[in-house]
């Protein structure tokens, strides 16, 4: 059980790092253009220095949707790590662990939404740029998508062990 408990402390201590990491970096979508590569996250866009992300403003909404959402999954990931250490020590067996589930439950569904309003409003939009595909942050938000979601279900299982 102590080396389950630990796995799962791994685990979650990389969502909350990779859920920053693709949260603050600007590689959600890239392309080239004449100049060389360029990239676009959910703040910036960079082509060798780095300027404010211009947005339409039909999608500035979209746009500020994803960043909400991100930012949230971040604070409830963090919060649901607090949690379960808080928990491990105070609470006695059958009781832990399902605060920290619920808690990770709705981590998991705010980067569904954040990604999801990314996926459909944004996938191949960066104009003037040839060759556009997903970044790195992009596949990273969706890796924790999945962790998040085992996380919580591994949570909530575990809090009748």
């Avoid at 040839?130 to 962790?147: D, K, N, Q, S, V």
């Amino acid at each position: 059980m102590l080396v389950l408990l630990a796995g799962i402390f791994v685990v979650h201590i990389a969502t909350v790092i990779m859920l920053f990491v693709s949260t603050i970096s600007n590689v959600w979508m890239m392309g080239s253009s004449t100049i060389g590569s360029v990239s676009s996250g959910l703040w910036l866009l960079c082509n060798g220095t780095c300027e404010q992300l211009p947005v339409s403003s039909s999608d500035e909404a979209s746009l500020k949707a994803v960043q909400a959402f991100m930012i949230l999954s971040i604070i409830f990931s963090v919060i649901a790590l607090v949690m379960f250490i808080v928990q491990l020590f105070t609470l006695e067996k059958g009781k832990r662990f399902y605060i920290t589930g619920a808690i990770m439950l709705v981590c998991w569904m705010c980067i569904l939404i954040g990604v999801s309003i990314y996926t459909a409003r944004f996938t191949n939009k960066m104009p003037g740029f040839m060759r556009p595909h997903h970044g790195y942050c992009f596949i990273l938000a969706w890796i924790c998508f999945c962790f998040s979601f085992i996380i919580g279900i591994l949570y909530l299982v575990l809090r009748k062990k």
